[in-house]
């Protein structure tokens, strides 16, 4: 009971913010939290404030919730999210992701800044996840099941919603914005990759590779809350001429990328429904 106690607690305390009823729930990847200054806001929590909810410990992590208008609709976005190898659990990672559900968003969009895995994709080019492999060591699904949320064993037959990917590749296509589709691997991190493991994980098919996501996609998955991601390819990982990389370029790529990025989730917003799969 202790998750239901902890989900209801910080439930009420957003609520009494003002935060009621969003549309569309926004999670914003490394060096990717600009998009909140496009939210007409009306309410800003620090996450320090809401009951139960994990710091951001990140450089590049804010550690803010936003409630506002984009795009004329009303969306929550977490300025700032949480990683496995900040010492935090896989079950505290996705604390925010069940109570964004719990606050009555449709539909969750996911942004994080990945290595390009896939010789066609150049840096600072955005990918749409169509699948995942999960490399990480921990599940947020472990331990007691609560009915209430969601079923025991949740099928993960098409993790990410293909509605909202087909709705968003129309709006990059609008936009003459390439963009590309691929498979994104999560690791633990925080180290970079070796040039084998760059190999093999090319070789199990992925095409990027990042440190998040994958665990908030479960979760998400596992509440019937629709899902769509966006990795912006910060680094090509070419084990045959792999250079040494330096986050401060990454976070650069990043933002360079994050114009792009803003403008395709701003149209995305526009064109969601406000009814899941739609």
Do not use: W
């Not at 190898?85 to 449709?106: A, C, D, M, N, W």
């Not at 949320?149 to 098409?158: A, E, H, K, T």
């Amino acid at each position: 009971m202790k998750l239901l106690n902890e989900l209801h607690e910080a439930l009420q305390f957003i609520q009494s913010k003002g935060v009621t009823a969003p549309q569309t729930g926004i999670i914003l990847g490394t060096g990717l939290g600009n998009l909140a200054s496009k939210i007409d806001c009306e309410v800003e929590i620090d996450y320090i404030d809401i009951p139960h909810f994990p710091l951001s410990t990140v450089e590049y992590h804010k550690g803010k919730l936003i409630y506002g208008m984009l795009a004329g609709k009303k969306v929550v976005a977490l300025q700032g999210r949480f990683h496995l190898y900040e010492g935090y659990s896989v079950q505290q990672v996705t604390f925010p992701v069940r109570v964004l559900k719990q606050l009555g968003i449709k539909q969750l969009l996911i942004s994080n800044a990945a290595g390009g895995l896939n010789p066609s994709m150049k840096k600072g080019s955005l990918m749409v996840i169509d699948d995942h492999i999960n490399m990480q060591p921990f599940n947020p699904l472990t331990g007691k099941n609560f009915d209430e949320l969601g079923p025991r064993y949740p099928d993960m037959s098409r993790p990410y919603d293909a509605a909202i990917n087909q709705k968003m590749e129309q709006c990059a296509s609008q936009m003459n914005l390439k963009l590309h589709k691929g498979v994104y691997v999560a690791v633990n991190g925080p180290n970079l990759e070796t040039r084998a493991e760059y190999r093999f994980l090319r070789m199990i098919g992925a095409d990027a590779v990042g440190m998040s996501t994958v665990p908030e996609v479960i979760v998400a998955n596992h509440m019937s809350l629709p899902v769509a991601a966006v990795s912006v390819i910060t680094d090509e990982c070419d084990p045959d001429n792999l250079q040494p990389v330096d986050i401060t370029e990454i976070i650069a790529t990043a933002a360079k990328a994050e114009v792009h990025l803003t403008a395709l989730f701003e149209n995305l917003v526009n064109v969601l429904d406000d009814k899941p799969g739609h």
